[in-house]
């Protein structure tokens, strides 16, 4: 299935619900989570996985898409200052 | 902090269960994913305000704009410093700090990149946490606040208020706020091409 169909049924029935939803999202939200989490760490034990790689990979990009979300913001923002 | 923990537990707990036992879970993943992506919908059509987008003019758009072409020119460098292939660094950069949405995205087409999308976002969000305070003495508080990412109108918004001033409350919800709307359409675009 499409990610999108989810999505966009969500946010429509959101924005015609919006005053309507009493459920609490918010810890429906992280049940899903926290499962959904554990089903991606069952997947990624099933593979052969360097941790020192991985987690090289991962400061990498955070470290390199926060500067470059910075750089652009001075970049770009500064002239609005 | 402590849903942090749990998270993480959840992560290390799955990872133990899919190395050393052969239970299968079937299609239970891919459902949650379907529903953790429309309770996103849903939440994000009940809080969408335009007024406070309003308020605050173009800063309101050039600051997440700014975000998303540096988050992905960080992932593109990325890709080559790690070679590792553009459509994936660009779909692990595209989460901008939404660890819980990138992770399972990316997971569905490769666990490891699903791994590695969901690590690079969580760090994005503690490197945030640990990195604004000091940011901000060097940079205006409002640029600043594009670090963060989608984080900024949830986890790191009480570090950024605490450290940058409530005047810098509204532009760093409505910059996390435009981000995580427009997260969830980027990384299948992205996953797609």
């Known amino acids: 299935m499409n990610i999108f169909i989810p999505l966009v049924i969500g946010a429509i029935l959101g924005c015609l619900f919006k005053n309507k939803i009493k459920v609490d999202l918010n810890r429906l939200m992280s049940v899903t989570l926290l499962m959904l989490v554990f089903f991606m760490g069952v997947e990624a034990g099933k593979v052969e996985i360097n941790a020192i790689n991985l987690f090289v990979a991962s400061f990498t990009f955070a470290v390199l898409t926060m500067l470059g979300s910075l750089f652009f913001a001075v970049l770009l923002g500064g002239r609005l200052r | ?193």
């Open chain 2, 1 to 193: 902090m402590i849903f942090l923990h749990l998270v993480l537990a959840s992560l290390f707990i799955g990872f133990l269960v899919g190395k050393y036992t052969t239970v299968q879970f079937g299609s239970l993943y891919e459902i949650m994913l379907y529903l953790l992506i429309f309770i996103i919908g849903l939440d994000l059509g009940r809080s969408t305000r335009t007024e406070e987008l309003k308020k605050l003019g173009k800063m309101a758009l050039i600051l997440p704009l700014a975000t998303v072409i540096g988050s992905l020119l960080g992932g593109l460098l990325a890709s080559f410093l790690l070679n590792i292939p553009i459509k994936w660094a660009l779909g692990i950069s595209a989460g901008f700090g939404w660890y819980s949405l990138t992770g399972p995205l990316l997971a569905q087409y490769s666990a490891i990149y699903g791994v590695i999308g969901f690590l690079a976002n969580l760090t994005r969000e503690i490197l945030t946490i640990l990195f604004y305070p000091l940011a901000i003495k060097k940079i205006p508080k409002e640029l600043a606040v594009s670090i963060g990412g989608t984080t900024t109108m949830d986890s790191t918004l009480p570090i950024i208020v605490k450290f940058g001033g409530k005047e810098i409350t509204i532009v760093a919800f409505v910059h996390g706020l435009i981000l995580t709307a427009i997260a969830p359409f980027l990384i299948p675009i992205i996953l797609q091409l």
